[in-house]
């Protein structure tokens, strides 16, 4: 590796928690770096994260945000009355555990805030309750069309069995990022007292109990000591860029406020979610209602991608020569 010198400059890139990566290595080694972008970077751990379902309220709109309260509502009625029928219309009657099942629901609204496809559940979801159809129905449409099919989301990840289990294998990933969820970083996405959008099932007890059936007695996350040990959104360091889509839940994690050092930039448009400056506007050729399910303003997301450059241009400019020994 590079000690930073402008023969072979190295500068770090992430988004989401390799964002937070980024930032925190050049926090600790600032001397093999010239820099780092730190895009959608979740960089405070956060015991109890309401402000992650306030934002998908938020982003939603008050339509969509109260068709999706009362689809909760039938969910959970449903769960109630015949539970393998509701799993079955997802596709997820191996969830055994119902908590598991509505946390899976919660997820499945996410997805469409936080890649930038809010008219892909919004749409459909508003209509069915304007003219009165199913809106259960409705959303496992979605859930199997467009989260199932188009990003992959495997009703196993939320398996309390599937999680439990120590052998490699492709799916293995998510038993350790819960293993980092519920011994350093928190993240517990639980709902708000009031006004929330996923279930209120989806509390601070389903995630501790989750992290104990994963891993034993004990387990808790300590995210008084991570944020001490890299100072959470108050990180001190320098050259590093902060970036944020106004959409994405995963940003008030995220360090929003600039400074001189570490410049933060919030692109602000519709449809801007997570990691929007890496990954660009979502374009979808689905057009509903006269309207596309590209950002509303893919001119300012280019704006904040030049900022973005001009500063990495700095940083490596800056980079100075390495010492070279005699020896």
């Avoid at 970083?185 to 389903?206: C, E, H």
């Avoid at 959104?233 to 839940?249: H, Q, V, W, Y």
Wanted: net charge neutral.
């Amino acid at each position: 590796m590079s000690n930073g010198g402008n023969e072979n400059p190295w500068f770090f890139f992430g988004i989401s928690y390799s964002g937070a990566l980024s930032a925190w290595f050049r926090l600790k080694f600032p001397h093999l770096t010239c820099g780092s972008l730190a895009s959608s970077a979740v960089v405070r751990a956060v015991y109890e994260f309401t402000e992650f379902d306030q934002q998908i309220g938020e982003s939603a709109g008050q339509e969509c945000k109260t068709a999706l309260q009362e689809t909760n509502k039938l969910l959970e009625l449903g769960l109630k009355e015949n539970r393998k029928a509701v799993k079955s219309l997802f596709n997820a009657t191996e969830l055994d555990v119902d908590a598991d099942f509505l946390y899976l629901m919660a997820d499945a609204t996410v997805m469409a805030f936080q890649y930038g496809n809010p008219d892909k559940l919004c749409v459909p979801l508003v209509e069915a309750k304007k003219y009165g159809s199913d809106l259960v129905e409705t959303y496992s449409k979605y859930v199997r069309e467009y989260c199932m099919r188009f990003w992959g989301l495997r009703v196993r990840t939320y398996n309390r069995k599937h999680l439990r289990n120590t052998v490699v294998t492709a799916d293995s990933a998510y038993r350790l990022w819960w293993y980092q969820v519920c011994t350093e970083l928190g993240y517990f996405q639980v709902a708000p007292k009031n006004d929330s959008v996923r279930s209120q099932q989806i509390n601070t007890m389903f995630h501790l109990d989750l992290c104990k059936s994963l891993f034993g007695e004990g387990v808790y996350p300590k995210v008084d000591a991570t944020n001490l040990y890299y100072g959470g959104d108050r990180l001190t360091a320098t050259k590093i860029i902060f970036t944020n889509g106004s959409e994405d839940p995963w940003r008030h994690a995220s360090k929003q406020n600039s400074s001189h050092e570490m410049p933060s930039y919030m692109i602000k448009c519709r449809n801007c979610g997570h990691g929007t400056d890496i990954r660009g506007c979502p374009q979808s050729p689905m057009v509903i209602e006269g309207k596309s399910n590209n950002c509303s303003l893919p001119d300012y997301v280019n704006k904040v991608r030049q900022q973005m450059v001009d500063h990495i241009d700095l940083g490596l400019s800056e980079c100075r020569k390495p010492i070279r020994s005699s020896i």
